[in-house]
């Protein structure tokens, strides 16, 4: 097996429950904005301690092979 090629990479962070709750609209509105790019991996990370919890979610793209 190769490994997955990618060109770029898109974050998406925060700590603030009210940000949590908007950040799958936040990734749609980004991948529909972004049409020549092909997802190629991603990572979830959940962090917390006593008064904070982050999540983050990494996108790993490449740029769309043109016909």
Known sequence: MSPVQFTGMKIFSTTLARDR?????NITR?????PQLEIVDKIVTQSSDKEF????ITLFYRERARP
């Open 30 to 34: 980004w991948l529909h904005d972004n």
């Open 53 to 56: 919890h982050c999540l983050t």
């Open 21 to 25: 709750e908007a950040m799958g609209d």
